[in-house]
Nanobody, 123 residues
Framework: QVQLVESGGGLVQAGGSLRLSCAASGRTFNTYAMGWFRQTPGKARELIAGISSSGTDTNYADSVKGRFTISRESAKNTVYLQMNTLNVEDTAVYYC????????????????WGQGTQVIVSS
């Protein structure tokens, strides 16, 4: 069982930055691929970024490439999402996910989901 707790969301002006954190419980953090999704009312859920269990492979949605960076810190059982040059279209609830399979993370089939953290970007 893995529990995920996101933090770092909030209100930011367009052009600003935020860093989201996702703390994972358990001793097997290094065996889980991780990812970040976001969802806005009326829109489909979107995979923003994924990272393999080793951290060597990452992937990003086209909408955030060059602006967002996913990383993980094993010593803290934490995955991060650094978000730069934010725009109003980035407003959403952001969810952290985990699964032993990187493929499942990338195809929205991750086993574990956090409760989400709200990001609001004002113009």
């Amino acid at each position: 069982q893995v529990q995920l707790v996101e933090s770092g969301g909030g209100l930011v002006q367009a052009g600003g930055s935020l860093r989201l954190s996702c703390a994972a419980s358990g001793r097997t953090f290094n065996t889980y691929a991780m990812g970040w999704f976001r969802q806005t009312p009326g829109k489909a859920r979107e995979l923003i970024a994924g990272i393999s269990s080793s951290g060597t492979d990452t992937n990003y949605a086209d909408s955030v490439k060059g602006r967002f960076t996913i990383s993980r810190e094993s010593a803290k059982n934490t995955v991060y999402l650094q978000m730069n040059t934010l725009n109003v279209e980035d407003t959403a609830v952001y969810y952290c996910v985990a699964d032993p399979s990187y493929v499942k993370v990338r195809f929205e089939a991750a086993q574990y989901w956090g409760q989400g953290t709200q990001v609001i970007v004002s113009s």
